[in-house]
C-alpha cells in the first residue's frame, strides 16, 4: 500500500510546515496529537521535513509507554530487517526511517505528523508484490502496519476481522478453531494487501473475488479520521478500495471541502464453512508442457464447473520444469475436475488431504527464488483454446536462450483461468468494482 498527498482542485495541499516551525507552532501541534512536547528535546523541535518527523516519531517509539517501534537507519540490523522484510529484493528501498504502530492512536498520530510536516510517506502491510515503490519509499518515512495484527472472530455474524499487519496465515490459523476460512491469499505468507486489488483466491471459483468478500474496511483519513468504509457507510470509499490496489490511498472522500487520503488499518470480512481439503504440489517435466497446456484447456472447458477446484501452475520455460499447487475444498482425493491432468507423467507428487486450508497453504513453493518481476495479459477462452494455449508454448520458448544468460534466471508462465463462476458470484455479493467481462477466460 503506498499513500500520498492528494491534489485539491489541481493545487497541491498547503502543508502545514513549509519552513522550520516556530517552537511554540510544535508544541502546540505535540499537543494536538497528543504528545508531551516537554519530552521532546529542544533540538528535534527546529528541524524540518523527514529529519522532523524521524525525530519526534523516535519520542514516540522510547517514551510513549505502549511498545510502539520505532526504527531509524542507525539500528542497522533491525532496520535491514524491516526494510528487507518484502518478498522480493526488487522491492526493496531506503526509507530515512521506518514506524510501527502498535494501535490506531499512533497511527493517527504519524499520519497528522506526516502532513504537518508535508513528508510524502508509504504504508506496508505484508510487501507481497515485485514492484518497486509499491509499499516502500526512498529517502522518507516507510509506515509498517507488521503490529496491528489484532484477530477478532464474531460468532454471532460469522464474521471475521483481522489488523492489516496479519499475513493471511495468521488468520486462517484463527480460524481453524471454528471451521471457518475468510476468501484470502493462496500462501500463508501473503499479506492482507490483497483484499485492495480484486485479489484470486484459491477459494474463487466458490466465493468470487478477495475484496468482494470483505464487509467493511477500517480506514485512516488523513485529517486523523478512523472510519469505516462499508456498502452502507462512506460507499463510495469502499467501492474505490475493492479495486485501488495500492493506490487506493489516493481514492479520496470530500471532507470539508477538502480531499483525504486513506490508509487501511483492518478487514472485517465474511467466512464460510471449511472442513478437510485436499491438494499440494505436482511436478512435472517440462517436455509435457504442450499436454500440460491442453490439460489446462479442458479443465477450464470441464473442469471449473466443479467450483470446490482451483490450481495455480508455474511453467518453467527455461529449466524444463512444470510445478502446479492443486486444491478440492473437499477431502476428495484425486477428483474428476482434475482428470486431464492426472494423464500426465509427474516427476513428484505431494499431495494429501489436508485437515484444513492453512496446512495447504503452508505447503510453500520448495524453491528460492530472490528476486521476481511480473506482467500480466488475459485471453478470452474459446473453442480453439486448446490450439491456442499449446500455440503458447512456442511463443515463450522463443525467449529461452535469452532467459538462460541471466545468472539464475527463470521464466515461469503462470496460467491462471478465470472461470465465469468467479465473475458471477463476485457481482452476485453486490457491486463490483473489477466489472470483469462474465465469461471464461485466462491470466498469465
Not at 217 to 232: C, D, F, P, Q, R
Not at 238 to 249: E, R, V
Amino acid at each position: 500500500m503506498r499513500v500520498s498527498w492528494f491534489p485539491l482542485l489541481g493545487l497541491p495541499l498547503v502543508p502545514s510546515v513549509l519552513a522550520a516551525p516556530n517552537a511554540a507552532s510544535v508544541d502546540s501541534f505535540l499537543q494536538s496529537i497528543d504528545v508531551n512536547a516537554n519530552a521532546v528535546p529542544a533540538s528535534y523541535k527546529s528541524r524540518t521535513g523527514i529529519d522532523f518527523t524521524c525525530a519526534i516519531l523516535s519520542v514516540l517509539g522510547s517514551h510513549g509507554g505502549n511498545g510502539t517501534q520505532f526504527v531509524a537507519r542507525s539500528s542497522s540490523d533491525v532496520y535491514t530487517q524491516e526494510a528487507h522484510a518484502h518478498w522480493s529484493a526488487t522491492a526493496w528501498k531506503s526509507p530515512s526511517c521506518i514506524f510501527s504502530p502498535n494501535n490506531i492512536q499512533d497511527l493517527r498520530r504519524a499520519v497528522l505528523l506526516a502532513g504537518f510536516t508535508n513528508t510524502k510517506f508509504a504504508v506496508r502491510s505484508g510487501g507481497h508484490s515485485p514492484l518497486s515503490g509499491w509499499a516502500s519509499i526512498d529517502n522518507s518515512l516507510l509506515i509498517s502496519m507488521t503490529n496491528i495484527n489484532d484477530l477478532e472472530y464474531d460468532e454471532a455474524s460469522q464474521t471475521q476481522r483481522s489488523g492489516m499487519g496479519n499475513r493471511w496465515g495468521a488468520v486462517y490459523e484463527h480460524l481453524v478453531p471454528y471451521g471457518r476460512i475468510v476468501v484470502g491469499g493462496r500462501l500463508n505468507v501473503v499479506g492482507l494487501g490483497l483484499s485492495t486489488g480484486g485479489g484470486l483466491s484459491h477459494f474463487s471459483n466458490e466465493w468470487g473475488w478477495v475484496s468482494q468478500n470483505v464487509v467493511a474496511y477500517e480506514v485512516m483519513l488523513s485529517n486523523g479520521s478512523h472510519v469505516k468504509a462499508s456498502a452502507t457507510e462512506n460507499s463510495g470509499l469502499y467501492y474505490a478500495i475493492k479495486a485501488g490496489s495500492n493506490n487506493f490511498g489516493k481514492l479520496a472522500m470530500r471532507s470539508a471541502a477538502r480531499v483525504s487520503y486513506a490508509d487501511e488499518a483492518r478487514l472485517l470480512q465474511r467466512t464460510y464453512p471449511m472442513g478437510k481439503v485436499w491438494g499440494g504440489l505436482v511436478q512435472f517435466p517440462g517436455n509435457s508442457s504442450k499436454q500440460f497446456m491442453a490439460a489446462m484447456a479442458e479443465y477450464q472447458a470441464k473442469g471449473q464447473f466443479d467450483t470446490k477446484s482451483a490450481i495455480l501452475p508455474y511453467v518453467g520455460i527455461n529449466n524444463d520444469t512444470i510445478i502446479a499447487t492443486f486444491v478440492y475444498l473437499d477431502g476428495v482425493v484425486r477428483p474428476d475436475a482434475f482428470k486431464p491432468f492426472f494423464e500426465i507423467p509427474t516427476t513428484a507428487d505431494f499431495t494429501q488431504v489436508f485437515d484444513n486450508f492453512y496446512q495447504l497453504a503452508n505447503v510453500d513453493i520448495p524453491y528460492a527464488v530472490p528476486r521476481w518481476t511480473y506482467a500480466a495479459t488475459t485471453l478470452a477462452f474459446d473453442s480453439n483454446s486448446k490450439e491456442t494455449y499449446q500455440g503458447l508454448i512456442d511463443v515463450f520458448s522463443q525467449f529461452k536462450s535469452r532467459i538462460q544468460k541471466i545468472p539464475g534466471g527463470s521464466f515461469a508462465p503462470m496460467v491462471q483461468p478465470i472461470s465465469k463462476s468467479m465473475i458471477d458470484k463476485s457481482r452476485a455479493i453486490g457491486e463490483d468494482p473489477m466489472n470483469v467481462e462474465a465469461r471464461a477466460q485466462l491470466c498469465k
